[in-house]
């Protein structure tokens, strides 16, 4: 399965955006579906997954009520809705696709396919 991020761009504070997440060469059928993020010069961190089967979801808890992880089927697309962003959500984005077990649905190390990032800076 191959991922493409994209949707990144340049936002104000206080602005949204939102993230897409195709898939190619397979679906996201039977998988977690997640969203990562590495802030410039940092470690890259957890944000949100979702189960795409069911409705199993987390966020990081900095995050919860701004973001909004998202699944359209029919699509094979995942989306990842921020809101009321502010400077220090600035980082590259990427989507992820694998099979943890749930108490290991934040480690990156749960997920095999990656997507290639997406530039989001909040900034004035």
Do not use: H
Not at 30 to 57: D, L, M, N
């Amino acid at each position: 399965v191959q991922l493409q991020a994209s949707g990144g761009g340049l936002v104000q504070p206080g602005g949204s955006l939102r993230l897409s997440c195709a898939a190619s060469g397979g679906t996201f059928s039977g998988y977690t579906v997640a969203w990562f993020r590495q802030p410039p010069g940092k470690e890259r961190e957890f944000v949100a997954f979702s189960r795409w089967s069911g409705g199993t979801t987390s966020y990081t808890d900095s995050m919860k009520g701004r973001f909004t992880i998202s699944k359209d089927r029919a699509k094979n697309m995942v989306y990842l809705q921020m809101n009321s962003l502010r400077p220090e959500d600035t980082a590259v984005y990427y989507c992820a696709a694998g099979r943890p077990i749930l108490s290991s649905s934040t480690y990156m190390s749960s997920y095999n396919y990656w997507g290639q990032g997406t530039l989001v800076t909040v900034s004035s």
